[in-house]
Every structure is written in structure tokens, then in C-alpha cells.
């Protein structure tokens, strides 16, 4: 009697224990629900690593490309100024040139113009019987040549006679009475002068009414 009374509560105590194990395990193990809980939190987090990583990422491309533009800007700066000193260097270096030249073109002009001078003085001193000498006309001719080419180089006389004495254009070197000009006028050329381009080559000596 004893004996089966041990068996009925061991027996009990088994199922006891047993319904406490399948309890633990129900406990422990997580509905379908709550996986899917689990899981949204995840895919969250993820996610939400993500579009941080992301913005990090193109917070450095940012910095990156802006470092980049500010780089191409000086370059593009630097490359400016030096066109800009080149053209400035240019500009120097053609006036410097030109200067150059009409300071050589003036020193071979100024020993033309005696010449020029004495073609003048021969041609002026022709009687009218001489006109018609070939040697005459020969001077005359070689005389408008030479003019011609002083011409085409800007080389061109300046006006006196009649004019209001200017001593840019004109050298005085004496004074004269003359009831057709008045006070202050040039009334007799001497030596005639010349203008290069805008430049005196040779002033004129010229006789002033007083």
C-alpha cells in the first residue's frame, strides 16, 4: 500500500516537472510576433546605420570637392595674373621696340635732310634758259622721288611762313619788318623743318616780325 502510494506521487511529480519544462521552454521561445518585432528593429537600426554611414560619406565627398574647387580657383587665379603680367610684359616690351625705331629712323632722317637741303638750294638756283637741260630735269625728278619716299615714312614739312610763331615747330633766329604779316607772325624761312610722325624732327629757322 505504501508502495503504490510512493509510485502515484513520483509519477506526479514527474508530470509537475515536466509541465514546469514545456512552460520554460514556451517561456524562452519567442512567438512569430515578436520575431517580426525583432526583426523590424533590426532592419531599423540598420537602416538607420546606413543613411548615417551615407551621410558621413558624402559630408567627406562634400569636403573633398570643395577643397578641390578652391584649388582649380587659385590655379585658375595664378594662371590669370601671369596672362595678365605677360601681356603687360608684351605691351612694354612693343613700345620699348617702337621707341627704338623711331629713335634709329630719326638719326638716319636727320642726315637726309641735308640733302634734301642742297636738292633745294640747286633747284632754286636754276636760271629759266636751264629748264629744259636734261641734267635739270634729271635733279628734278630724283628731287620728287626722294620726297615721295619721305612722305610714305611720315616724314612731312613744317608750315612757317605766314604762321604764328610757335617755338615747338620753330627756331627764331632773327627779326624782321613786314607790312604783310603782323606782330608775332613768321615772315622769311630759313631752313625749312621737318615733323616725323608727331615728333619734331628738325625745327624751322624762321626771321619773326617783331
Given amino acids: 500500500m505504501a508502495s503504490k502510494k510512493k509510485n502515484g506521487k513520483s509519477k506526479a511529480d514527474s508530470k509537475k516537472i515536466e509541465e514546469e519544462i514545456l512552460n520554460e521552454t514556451v517561456k524562452e521561445e519567442p512567438t512569430e510576433e515578436k520575431k517580426e518585432e525583432t526583426l523590424t528593429e533590426e532592419t531599423a537600426n540598420e537602416e538607420c546605420n546606413n543613411e548615417s554611414g551615407e551621410a558621413e560619406e558624402a559630408s567627406v565627398k562634400e569636403e ?123 615772315a622769311q624761312e630759313l631752313q625749312k623743318g621737318y615733323m616725323y610722325r608727331d615728333s619734331v624732327l628738325r625745327h624751322s629757322m624762321v626771321a619773326v616780325v617783331p
Fill in 64 to 186: 573633398k570637392k570643395t577643397k578641390e574647387q578652391e584649388k582649380i580657383e587659385e590655379l585658375e587665379d595664378r594662371v590669370k595674373r601671369q596672362l595678365a603680367e605677360f601681356e603687360n610684359f608684351r605691351k612694354r616690351t612693343d613700345k620699348e621696340k617702337e621707341q627704338m625705331f623711331e629713335t634709329g629712323a630719326k638719326s638716319v632722317l636727320e642726315k637726309i635732310l641735308p640733302v634734301v637741303d642742297n636738292f633745294e638750294r640747286g633747284l632754286s638756283n636754276i636760271k629759266p634758259e636751264e629748264e629744259s637741260d636734261p641734267h635739270v630735269e634729271g635733279m628734278r625728278m630724283i628731287y620728287k622721288q626722294l620726297m615721295g619716299e619721305l612722305e610714305k615714312l611720315e616724314v612731312k614739312p613744317i608750315e612757317a611762313v605766314g604762321c604764328e610763331f610757335n617755338p615747338d615747330f620753330h627756331n627764331a633766329i632773327m627779326q624782321v619788318a613786314s607790312d604783310e604779316y603782323e606782330s608775332g607772325f613768321v
